[in-house]
């Protein structure tokens, strides 16, 4: 966004009167626009995959309008016009004593001073780039307001106080940020007023807003506990008339603080999982990008449901590998159930409830793979996933994975690390395909016993 902010501004030139303004604006405005709905689309993205991670579904806000004069009135702040201006500091030779000396000076005045474009270039950039940020910024505040979160299998309102907080990056984070980040969520009966954090989010500042469901955990959690922390520390004891913001930046910067809060949260993310039996979680991120090909390090071909169900763990962020051969549930054991459903009992949402097999035999005719493919992709939102099964008529089975992408629905095969599960679909028995959604599961100890042959669960 910066580079092409700057190749119109070179190209157009320092304004000097408000028509001139006035048509930067016009050539500023679509790259903005542009910009904004990528950051809304990001944001938005993530707010989902933060929920489903919580077992819940979110229907975010719609993208906030951004009207022209908006982008008019960063371009006439910039150049030191309009009600309020903003000066840039330049060298310029002093009437008098006809030495250089640095004033503040409207950069319109001075259009062809070598050091004027950088500077108007970068008052413009950091303004517009705050105004694209604030796309997803504002999704994720409107998000908290509206409130539309609710459990992903139940379909039930969540029935939990909803807010959002701000999280720091590490990278432009200044002590006005994190004091603000030491405050925590504002949840959506607070206001702005009340929780005095006007100007929450200044040119140049990186901060995310992330949604928070009370009582769950949330990106950014650890970085607000420490700073929340340091705040008490830095202003507990501070004298009458002493400023309590200037304590707290100097505890910041004699400690590094705002550094080791934002490694705290990087370390946590919200991406490594909870602790599960003996499950490594070291390199979670690394586990979640392998789920596919690392779950089946053997290569045994008959051990279908332990693959599917390590591909499940690893995309949680656990190093979990499938043990060679079948697993097989007593007849007398499964109550009517396929060994695979029997094995995704051991997974539960927040509620203590197991995944929903869906049946592809309805009552008027039994459903073959397109059509079966067809309703998970109605039914199921990008980023979902879950287990399918289905039958050959050799009398044989096979157990993969879905995963509802934006293109659709994807069939992967763990025990091989492909995914090339729509070829089998598709030469599958009629009747015979069934599935359930997994994400917003946890896996409970009986998983790890399936993944590794360590128990008869």
Not at 28 to 54: F, I
Not at 112 to 123: L, Q, S, T, W
Not at 284 to 290: D, E, G, L, N
Request: proline share 5%.
């Amino acid at each position: 966004m910066r580079r092409e902010i700057t190749a119109i501004v070179t190209d157009h030139g320092i304004p000097t009167d408000t028509d001139s303004a006035d048509a930067l604006a016009r050539r500023l405005h679509p790259v903005v626009e542009k910009y904004r709905g990528d950051y809304y689309r990001h944001e938005v993205t993530q707010m989902g995959n933060d929920m489903r991670a919580l077992g819940l579904e979110v229907a975010p806000a719609k993208q906030r309008n951004y009207p022209p004069h908006a982008t008019h009135d960063a371009v006439i702040r910039a150049i030191g016009m309009g009600s309020k201006p903003s000066n840039i500091e330049l060298e310029l030779v002093d009437d008098v004593t006809r030495a250089l000396v640095t004033q503040s000076v409207p950069a319109f005045a001075f259009p062809d001073h070598p050091g004027a474009m950088e500077k108007v270039i970068a008052r413009v950039s950091s303004t517009l780039l705050r105004h694209a940020r604030k796309a997803g910024r504002d999704a994720v505040s409107d998000t908290a307001k509206l409130g539309r979160v609710r459990d992903a299998a139940l379909k039930r309102p969540v029935g939990k106080r909803i807010g959002y907080a701000r999280v720091l990056s590490g990278k432009e984070s200044c002590a006005f940020c994190a004091m603000l980040a030491s405050r925590g969520p504002v949840y959506s009966e607070d206001t702005v007023t009340r929780r005095a954090d006007g100007r929450r989010y200044h040119d140049g500042c990186d901060c995310r807003a992330v949604l928070v469901i009370k009582g769950q955990p949330w990106p950014g959690e650890a970085a607000y506990r420490r700073l929340e922390r340091e705040w008490r520390a830095a202003t507990w004891d501070a004298e009458p008339g002493e400023t309590a913001f200037r304590r707290f930046s100097q505890r910041l910067r004699d400690g590094d603080v705002i550094a080791q809060a934002v490694a705290l949260d990087a370390g946590e993310k919200g991406m490594a999982p909870p602790k599960l039996a003996r499950m490594s979680r070291k390199r979670s991120k690394v586990r979640s990008r392998t789920a596919l090909t690392g779950a089946n390090p053997t290569g045994d071909e008959a051990n279908c449901i332990r693959c599917v169900n390590a591909w499940g763990l690893r995309k949680l962020g656990y190093d979990a590998k499938a043990a060679p051969g079948e697993y097989e549930v007593p007849i007398g054991r499964r109550r009517g159930r396929t060994s695979a459903e029997h094995a995704s009992r051991f997974w539960r949402n927040s509620s203590g409830v197991a995944p929903k097999w869906h049946d592809s035999d309805s009552d008027t005719h039994a459903m073959r793979w397109p059509e079966v493919k067809r309703q998970m992709e109605r039914d199921y939102p990008p980023g979902a996933y879950g287990f399918i099964r289905a039958g050959k008529a050799n009398g044989t089975s096979h157990v993969m994975g879905w995963e509802r992408r934006e293109s659709g629905i994807v069939v992967v095969d763990p025990q091989v690390g492909s995914e090339s599960g729509d070829e089998y679909l598709a030469g599958s028995l009629g009747g015979s395909i069934r599935w359930a959604r997994i994400d917003g599961y946890r896996p409970g100890v009986d998983v790890v016993h399936v993944v590794e042959g360590t128990d008869n669960a």
